[in-house]
């Protein structure tokens, strides 16, 4: 089968780094798997605009289907006008020569959904915004997938998308290592749920040793946002960060997350608080088992159960003093939850590796 | 019928007259045409970008397939809302053909770009239509997009005319039709008195004159212009043309070659009979003919003596005065914006 997909060639983008995993899985299975956009010398993917051997094209739709990432100065280099900037004529090309049942929308930040508002986080600013993607979608095709396990719209399909690749495993070793906590990750609403951990970890801030932040815009809310979205996406307490001594550390390239990760006894896994309203995974959910590392996980146990195995919901962060005692004990004994780990590690080995999303994706497009 | 029209509209050039025209028309018959797009400053054109109303798409293309306005996600949105079978592209100016290279102009600058312009077409529609009697691809149908409306009219009297010719246009691949008038008027010019060419790029380089154009895209003789004592003024806005011509006895209808060669026809082929003037026809007879009907004929600037045809059009205008009714007559029963909506529509409905 070949799959072509529409997103931004953003290298460094997660749901780019899943659609060269889903490649590279492809060409293994006998498969092939290639973006839908002129070719682009130094790309580390595989472009293609030979519509005519495609049984399908996926549409990865997030938030930023308006702007070019990165601003406009990619434009007219990697981006041409027209959808992820793949130039208008291939826009046309690809309506025109691939048949509505040949298309899938995978949603992936929720947005096929109703104007929703919830902790503070939001999915659209209003509801003409949210009435214009769903009339988008519903355009395009009738098989819009969301990743998550509950979807809010009975039209609408569970397919996790991103996935788990054991070859991003680093043995777990606790022995001398350099930060008690660290979160990998830029601010966009998860200011609420980081401060959850904190305050965990307030009581306990000498047994914890060092702990950091690494990622944007955890020193000061950009002041070139305008209100209220600055506060409501990137509040953050600078002076609050100060006093319990978090160390705030610049974002890092893709390839450095999962290393850094290990250097921390514990990772925190904490999602915006749509994406928990919604119950959507990210990258990032299977990236933090593969670290040298214990997650945190900051999402209700019911979800964690169903993604990460039952084993899992022993690492649900508790509430209240719980918490403290929880972070403590696993800083204490940190090989006992490394079994755990494991556990986890071999439940998303056999259910959400690469390979596995990929069957069910192809399942998709042969319905 | 809702038709949305997607056309990069200048309103000092090709079909802002059109645009303008289709809409009222449309309107008095019970239909609506309004233009996809959401410029920022005001218009004289009612724009939306509310595609999911729209009955049909009508992609009217001329120098460019781009869209003048919209976002990344326009080109998506048109395409997947309005399916294929209600979706008409209409190729203006001649570019939905090989490349063409004739007489110094040319629809591509090279076969790649002639290419890309087909791919575009034919991934909108199965059905492109070209404004000529004669398209040269077999799946071209006609559609004379361009239409004639009858309230443009000026009432016909030809006294006390300032000038004796005025011709209104902007030089794009021009220079060779209007050097071959003025070269035909240049003995009788003390019978013709004043000329006036109204538009950009004749008494110096048109603001379009770079160097990847060929140069007979812009080419010009200001030298020429003022040893004949042509009067050369500024651009003016489309609904100022008809204004701007009735100012002179005659006003010649002229093409750049490419049009005469693929007998395209453009706005101006029905601007010019509505004005207070005698519209000059400088195309071959079979495609006055085809476009205007006998009462063409005699208004054919001739290849023999076509100088006698100048002076006769001073000793007679009442003559002309009388072949022009019935130019009129003729444009408002076969060019009507009305029969081009009716076309239109049955185009569509099919």
């Known amino acids: ?367 | 019928m809702r038709l949305m029209f997607i056309h990069h509209v200048l309103e000092d050039r090709g079909s802002a007259q059109d645009m303008l025209r289709y809409a009222r028309v449309a309107q008095s018959m019970g239909h609506e045409v309004v233009l996809f797009g959401s410029p920022e400053s005001p218009s004289a054109f009612q724009y939306t970008t509310d595609v999911s109303s729209a009955d049909a798409a009508i992609f009217i293309f001329e120098f460019t397939t781009e869209l003048q306005y919209g976002d990344l996600l326009a080109w998506t949105r048109l395409l997947s809302q309005i399916p294929r079978s209600r979706r008409v592209v209409i190729d203006c100016d001649g570019k939905y053909n090989d490349a063409i290279q004739i007489t110094g102009d040319m629809n591509h600058a090279s076969t790649d770009l002639s290419r890309q312009w087909l791919e575009i077409c034919d991934s909108i529609s199965d059905t492109i239509l070209q404004p000529t009697y004669h398209p040269v691809r077999s799946n071209v149908k006609s559609f004379f997009f361009h239409g004639y409306d009858p309230s443009w009219e000026v009432p016909l009297d030809f006294d006390h005319k300032k000038f004796g010719m005025v011709y209104v246009g902007n030089n794009w691949f021009r220079w060779r039709s209007l050097c071959g008038v003025l070269g035909i008027l240049e003995p009788v010019l003390q019978r013709v008195g004043r000329i006036a060419i109204v538009g950009n790029g004749w008494d110096r380089p048109a603001p379009w004159a770079k160097p990847i154009l060929p140069e007979d895209a812009y080419y010009t003789d200001p030298e020429y212009l003022r040893r004949l004592g042509v009067e050369v003024l500024p651009p003016i806005h489309f609904e100022e043309v008809i204004g701007w011509m009735s100012r002179g006895l005659f006003s010649p209808v002229i093409y750049r070659p490419l049009f005469d060669h693929l007998s395209l026809v453009t706005c101006r082929s029905f601007e010019t009979p509505a004005a207070n003037t005698i519209p000059l026809l400088c195309q071959e007879q079979q495609f006055v003919s085809d476009v205007y009907g006998a009462a063409g004929l005699e208004l054919v600037l001739p290849r023999e003596r076509p100088e006698d045809k100048i002076l006769d059009l001073f000793e007679r205008p009442q003559h002309y005065m009388n072949v022009v009714r019935e130019l009129r007559h003729v444009l408002n029963q076969r060019y009507s914006y009305a029969v081009r909506i009716r076309e239109l529509v049955q185009i569509v409905g099919d």
């Open chain 1, 1 to 367: 089968m070949r799959l072509m997909f529409v997103y931004w060639r953003i290298g460094n983008a997660g749901s780019a780094q899943d659609i060269l995993q889903y490649a590279r899985v492809a060409k293994l299975l006998g498969h092939e798997v290639v973006m839908y956009a002129p070719d682009e010398p130094g790309s580390p993917f595989k472009c293609s605009l030979d519509l005519e051997s495609a049984d399908a094209v996926i549409f990865v739709f997030e938030w930023n289907l308006y702007l070019f990432p990165g601003g406009d100065k990619k434009k007219g280099g990697v981006y041409r006008d027209g959808l992820m900037g793949i130039g208008h004529l291939n826009v046309a090309k690809l309506f025109s020569r691939v048949p509505r049942n040949r298309r899938v929308i995978l949603d992936c930040d929720g947005m096929y959904n109703d104007a929703i508002r919830v902790g503070g986080d939001f999915n659209h600013l209003d509801a003409e915004a949210s009435r214009r993607r769903i009339e988008l979608c519903d355009s395009l095709s009738d098989k819009i997938f969301q990743p998550t396990y509950r979807p809010l719209r009975p039209n609408v399909r569970s397919f996790l998308f991103h996935a788990y690749d054991p070859a991003w495993e680093k043995p777990l070793e606790f022995d001398h290592k350099e930060y008690g906590l660290i979160y990998i990750g830029n601010n966009w609403f998860r200011w609420k749920a980081l401060h959850r951990v904190l305050r965990a970890i307030e009581p306990i801030r000498e047994q914890v040793g060092r702990a950091a932040l690494v990622g944007q815009d955890w020193a000061a809310m950009p002041w070139w946002v305008q209100p209220p979205l600055r506060e409501q996406a990137y509040f953050t307490d600078p002076d609050y960060l100060k006093r319990i001594r978090i160390e705030l550390r610049e974002p890092i390239p893709v390839e450095q997350v999962i290393p850094t990760m290990g250097t921390a006894v514990l990772n925190p896994v904490l999602i915006r608080p749509l994406f928990d309203h919604l119950g959507l995974v990210t990258c990032r959910t299977f990236e933090t088992p593969a670290a040298s590392t214990i997650p945190l996980f900051a999402q209700d146990a019911e979800y964690v159960g169903m993604i990460y195995g039952e084993r899992a919901t022993s690492l649900v962060l508790r509430d209240g003093e719980e918490a403290s005692e929880q972070i403590l004990d696993v800083l204490r004994r940190p090989q006992e939850y490394a079994r755990i780990v494991s556990d986890i590690r071999r439940h998303l080995s056999e259910k959400h590796s690469y390979a596995v999303r990929l069957q069910e994706l192809m399942g998709i497009v042969a319905e």
